[in-house]
T-cell receptor
Framework: GQQLNQSPQSMFIQEGEDVSMNCTSSSIFNTWLWYKQDPGEGPVLLIALYKAGELTSNGRLTAQFGITRKDSFLNISASIPSDVGIYFCAGPYMNYGGSQGNLIFGKGTKLSVKP | DGGITQSPKYLFRKEGQNVTLSCEQNLNHDAMYWYRQDPGQGLRLIYYSQIVNDFQKGDIAEGYSVSREKKESFPLTVTSAQKNPTAFYLC????????????FGEGSWLTVV
């Protein structure tokens, strides 16, 4: 079935460093979503991407919809301690008839930031 | 404020008991979802509902039941048939149907004692 592979699984960085993580699949996606989950809370939507090649920013966050439609990247510039959490990518499952199914999620990238 | 409210935040269950997790949304969203999260496993879909009085099984529905009697409410019952219920449960909703951007509640921790 369709899967989303996120890497790296975890990252330990120093405050102020830039961060890059990605999400890949063997299948094509029409939408890519990036969520952040703080410890013990529900995930919060960070960025939504709807078009191949699209590059979208939200403050210090930048995400790109890969041109092949099989991958997406999330970058965080100048990290701060509150960036700590788990970052998930997600995209809609494509049914055989071409209609969209429910979202599937990657397993997440856990980010730790040392002050 | 609009949002998704889950309760309780923390719940302890004795073996053999059924427990119900509440989820209410005032976003006027059509679809609602329940996910289970275990460490290192990401999010797994339990049940979802696209309209009132209708719901479908997700990937791990065994041992769970739901109802959708009102648009705003989608409670999840963890039955005694669920052999490993200790997990973090997340309710979510979306304006449209499958594949649309979903928004999550704050989650409920269930622990079996």
């Amino acid at each position: 079935g369709q899967q989303l592979n996120q890497s790296p699984q975890s990252m330990f960085i120093q405050e102020g460093e830039d961060v890059s993580m990605n999400c890949t699949s063997s299948s094509i996606f029409n939408t890519w979503l990036w969520y952040k989950q703080d410890p013990g809370e529900g995930p919060v939507l960070l960025i939504a991407l709807y078009k191949a090649g699209e590059l979208t920013s939200n403050g210090r966050l930048t995400a790109q919809f890969g041109i092949t439609r099989k991958d997406s990247f999330l970058n965080i510039s100048a990290s701060i301690p509150s960036d700590v959490g788990i970052y998930f990518c997600a995209g809609p499952y494509m049914n055989y008839g071409g209609s969209q199914g429910n979202l599937i999620f990657g397993k997440g990238t856990k980010l730790s930031v040392k002050p | 404020d609009g949002g998704i409210t889950q309760s309780p935040k923390y719940l302890f269950r004795k073996e053999g008991q059924n427990v119900t997790l509440s989820c209410e949304q005032n976003l006027n969203h059509d679809a609602m979802y329940w996910y289970r999260q275990d460490p290192g496993q990401g999010l797994r879909l339990i049940y979802y509902s696209q309209i009132v009085n209708d719901f479908q099984k997700g990937d791990i529905a065994e041992g769970y039941s739901v109802s959708r009697e009102k648009k705003e409410s989608f409670p999840l019952t963890v039955t005694s048939a669920q052999k490993n219920p200790t997990a973090f449960y997340l309710c979510a909703s979306s304006l449209g149907g499958p594949g649309n951007t979903i928004y999550f509640g704050e989650g409920s921790w269930l622990t079996v004692v």
